[in-house]
């Protein structure tokens, strides 16, 4: 059974920095393309960040420039560096794996973790 674990939320002041890891167990993680999503108080789930088994990276445009996903396939690790925080960036963060998927939909991210709070105050 796969199991994913967040952590490293927060609060932190607008322009501050914070990094959530997420570590994972069972599966395949090497072969897992790895995301990160956020919801927010009344707003639906929204992608943040993808990276292949390979490394290869996307992100939506709200944080381009800002965020840095990357992985660690030998400690199992997936990590969201997240700089210039945002007020509009508070929301839970969720980590996820999928397997033979590579993208921003989350209908094909078949694992997830429980979420971590990050809080920017303004």
């Known amino acids: 059974q796969v199991q994913l674990v967040e952590s490293g939320g927060g609060l932190v002041q607008a322009g501050g920095s914070l990094t959530l890891s997420c570590g994972v167990s069972?599966?395949?993680?090497?072969?897992?393309?790895m995301g990160w999503f956020r919801q927010a108080p009344g707003k639906e789930r929204e992608f943040v960040a993808t990276?292949?088994?390979?490394?290869?990276?996307y992100y939506t445009d709200s944080v381009k420039g800002r965020f840095t996903i990357s992985r660690d396939n030998a400690k199992n690790t997936v990590y969201l560096q997240m700089n210039s925080l945002k007020p509009d960036d508070t929301a839970v963060y969720y980590c996820a794996a999928a397997l033979n998927y590579y993208g921003n939909d989350a209908r094909f991210y078949h694992n997830w973790g429980q979420g971590t709070q990050v809080t920017v105050s303004s």
């Open positions: 069972g599966g395949t993680f090497s072969s897992s393309a």
């Open positions: 990276i292949s088994g390979g490394g290869i990276t």
